[in-house]
């Protein structure tokens, strides 16, 4: 357990920001809790760090969904990673857009173990064509089920999936207004 808690404690101090934050601040305390043999608060300090660090990942993937298309209007992105602790764990990002009365709505699913298991028969060719007509959004593969739904699996980390009630053209137009190179980075 101590060489669990030095590991994450030291990899949690290096990748976080220079400038003190709750988060580096968190990660400060874990490690004065280390320090004095007080595993206990250290683990659920670190844990607590954890949990913000998913959270400003949510925040980030919140950024990388794209702007309204021309014509379209768009709400705030929301993003969580605590609410995706039913599924495991994870990171969640959508945004819903409208014209007139047709809606596209996107979201991004990432960093969860349940999906780390659903990702394979996406990626699958012979499976996925059991889901889906194939379909490719630029070089990205993807998959559109009977009711219009596209799914594309990103660097198998993201699911991202668009659906609502615009067009199978508008759907393909958001998808491919998406810098999958951004995301596949984050």
Do not use: C
Request: aromatic share 6%; glycine share 8%; net charge negative.
């Amino acid at each position: 357990m101590k060489a669990y808690a030095a590991a994450l404690a030291a990899v949690l101090i290096f990748s976080a920001p220079l400038q003190a934050d709750e988060i580096s601040d968190t990660i400060q305390e874990a490690l004065a809790a280390y320090h004095k043999g007080d595993l206990a608060h250290t683990k659920q300090t670190l844990d607590y760090a954890s949990q913000l660090i998913a959270s400003k990942n949510a925040e980030n993937l919140k950024t990388l969904l794209p702007a309204p298309l021309a014509g379209w209007s768009a709400e705030d992105g929301e993003a969580q990673a605590a609410g995706m602790a039913m599924f495991g764990g994870g990171l969640q990002a959508s945004r819903v857009y409208t014209k007139g009365d047709q809606t596209v709505e996107m979201s991004f699913i990432g960093d969860s173990p349940l999906l780390a298991q659903f990702i394979p028969m996406l990626s699958n060719p012979a499976l996925a064509g059991a889901m889906g007509k194939p379909l490719r959004v630029g070089t990205q593969m993807a998959l559109e089920d009977k009711n219009g739904e596209i799914k594309m699996v990103v660097a198998n980390r993201f699911l991202v999936t668009i659906s609502g009630t615009g067009s199978r053209d508008d759907k393909l137009a958001y998808a491919k207004a998406i810098d999958l190179e951004a995301l596949a980075k984050l």
